[in-house]
């Protein structure tokens, strides 16, 4: 199944649809933009896994979370600047046949992420 996220307004206890996000791989300690997308009222990429088996790689990858821009779409009052503005997650890919799924539970103020299944 490749590589998949999905992420949880914990504020709201909802899933955060409309957020942006961005994904990068990581190559020589640079970060390049693989794609961007708005997650879809699942919380999830409308397209489906970001990564299928076939296209997965070994090696290192970033998730880039629009967490305060979300949050004000949301009507949240947020200080200037934001507690959390983006939240960027590195993560290692060492086995390209296996599934990889990085979930974000996020609040304006707090997030937490795992390896899913």
Known sequence: MGLSTHVLDTMHGTP??????ELHAMEGGQAKLVKSFVLDGDGRNPEGPLFDNASLKKGTYRL??????????RGVQLPDPPFLDRVTLDFGIADASAHYHVPLLVSPWSYSTYRGS
């Open 16 to 21: 955060a649809g409309g957020m942006a996000v």
């Open 64 to 73: 880039v979370f629009d967490v305060a821009p979300y949050f004000r779409a």
